[in-house]
């Protein structure tokens, strides 16, 4: 592991504190950069590892599962990790873990072999998105908070469109090494660059450090805020010190346990995890007939998905979590809507192919500007201090454990229930996210970390109006 950064300097004379703590988010989200292209890498490739390697419906699953299988038990042992060497820390073993094995998945000689080279690169995604947007939440002022979290996921959305685009590049040659191995070489920076941050305030108090702390906090805030903050942390870590998984459903924090939990089973059970594992066999169910012509609409589709997470990017300090949220659940269940009715209506090249698309886009929107935003800012700010690493990691486990239960079923549904069906079934869990949602998310604009703390203390009651914040 890297030695522990000498202390940080307050903010010279002139340099504005949201300058630095931008620089912390950017840092962070060259992580969700990596992670985003992993994640979408193996769209293209499997096109062609099923012929090199012979590969059934049931390996396919397999093989794109392996990545989601690793990643729960990563979610898992991040708290751990997380808690035990600093957010820091383990960012920098991530970063060394996707070097590593996403050169495996593209040396593989065999199917075994990709398995398992899948799978421990899953181990390192789960550890991530654990760690990334705790170090992001816990070192980012309150007014720009929510957007450096939501630039997290646009990095993330910018890797998954990255690995299209390389996809369809190198489709014409067949070259699957490249494509699933290409990601290891700018793992490698993001290594060097994630081990020059400073460790977050919260976990320096937490372990004690509270001069380390303070120098932190003067990184990224004006000396007034800093001094405030850093009394606010201590308070709510001394008030409550046990962080179990257990202690989520007990009170006072029950709700917050079953908030997390729900949140992570929604996102990924309404249909995003098939949308992006298998967009180019969707289209190609549809009536799009070679595969260089199916990637390259997922590749051009992926291009709508930014667009969700820019909206998502002004909408959070604005508007506000919630709204966003329930907007793009909406168009989720509208999107889902219109593909259940091309696949029930008739498959083909021309009109129904073009409106499949049309729907996929839809619900990349939607997901991109509600699900896929702000569960990174809900898994960072909505947990108490003393749970954030353990709320965290559950959330993301159940967001895992949901993803793999749609990677291993798609297929098998679209195959044995038909598309109408599939995506009825999608609309339905939409329509059930969006009821969850309005009954249990808090609006947590402009709220400080310690003041969310209070609100799950305060059985879910704010204890003073929200500060307004610029951004």
Known sequence: MTAEPRAARPVPPGRRP????????????????????????????????????????????????????????GALAA?????????RRTMVAVACGYAVFAAASGFAPTYPVLLVARFLLGVAVGVSIVAAPIFVGESAPVRIRGRLLVTYQLATTLGIAS??????????????????????????????????????????????????????????????EAATELAEIRAALAAHDRGTFRDLFRRPFRRAGVFVVGLGFFVQITGIAAIVAYSPMIFKAVGFTSDRSAILVTSLVQLAAIIGEITALFLVERAGRRPTLITGISLMAAANVVLALVFGLGVGPGVPAAIAVLGVIVFRIGYSAGFGSLVWVYASEALPAPLRSTGASTLLAVDLLANFVITMTFLSALTALGGATTFGIFFVLCAAALAFVVRFAPETKGRPLEEIHRYWTNGARWDRPRTTVRG
């Open 163 to 224: 690995a299209y685009f390389t996809d369809l590049a190198l489709s014409g040659a067949g070259a699957w090494r490249w494509m699933l191995g290409v990601s290891g070489i700018p793992a490698v920076l993001v290594t060097l660059l994630v081990a020059r941050l400073p460790e977050t305030p919260h976990w320096q108090v937490m372990r004690g450090n509270i001069e380390a702390a303070a120098a932190a906090l003067r990184r990224t805030r004006s000396a007034e």
């Open 18 to 73: 949201t300058f630095v703590a931008a620089f912390v988010g950017l840092a962070a989200a060259a992580v969700g950069l990596i992670y985003g292209y992993d994640t979408g890498a193996m769209a293209g490739a499997l096109l062609f590892v099923k012929t090199d390697f012979g590969l059934s419906t049931l390996d396919q699953e397999m093989v794109t599962a392996a990545v989601t299988v690793g990643s729960i038990l």
């Open 79 to 87: 708290r751990r990790l997380c808690d035990q060497l600093g957010r």
